[in-house]
C-alpha cells in the first residue's frame, strides 16, 4: 500500500511515521545556502544528532503535520 492510499485512509499519525522511516535509506544531495549549513551544524552539536537525522525528524514532521491537515479539511468539507 502507497503514502497517498494510507493518508486516503485517515491512518493515525503513529502509523503514518511508521511508514515513512521503514524502508531501504538512500542517498538525496540538496543545495542550500550557506548560512542555512552553519546554523544546522550548530543546530545538531546542540541536539547530539546527525545532520541526517534532523532533516529526517524535519521532513517527517512536516509530512505529518501537513496530511493531517489536508484530511481534517477533506472531512469539513465531506
Same mark, same amino acid.
Given at each position: 500500500?502507497?503514502?497517498t492510499?494510507l493518508v486516503?485512509?485517515g491512518?493515525?499519525?503513529?502509523?503514518l511515521?511508521?511508514? /515513512?522511516?521503514?524502508?531501504d535509506?538512500?542517498?538525496v #544531495?540538496a =543545495?542550500i545556502?550557506?548560512n &542555512?549549513r552553519?546554523? $544546522?551544524?550548530?543546530?545538531?552539536?546542540?541536539?547530539?544528532?546527525?545532520?541526517?537525522? /534532523?532533516?529526517?525528524?524535519?521532513?517527517?514532521?512536516? #509530512?505529518? =503535520?501537513?496530511?493531517?491537515? &489536508?484530511?481534517?479539511? $477533506?472531512?469539513?468539507?465531506?
Amino acid at each position: 500500500m502507497g503514502y497517498t492510499e494510507l493518508v486516503g485512509r485517515g491512518i493515525s499519525a503513529t502509523d503514518l511515521r511508521k511508514h /515513512l522511516t521503514g524502508g531501504d535509506t538512500v542517498a538525496v #544531495t540538496a =543545495r542550500i545556502p550557506a548560512n &542555512l549549513r552553519d546554523s $544546522a551544524k550548530e543546530e545538531i552539536v546542540l541536539r547530539g544528532t546527525t545532520i541526517s537525522a /534532523l532533516l529526517r525528524e524535519c521532513l517527517i514532521d512536516e #509530512t505529518v =503535520r501537513q496530511d493531517r491537515q &489536508l484530511i481534517a479539511y $477533506a472531512h469539513l468539507r465531506g
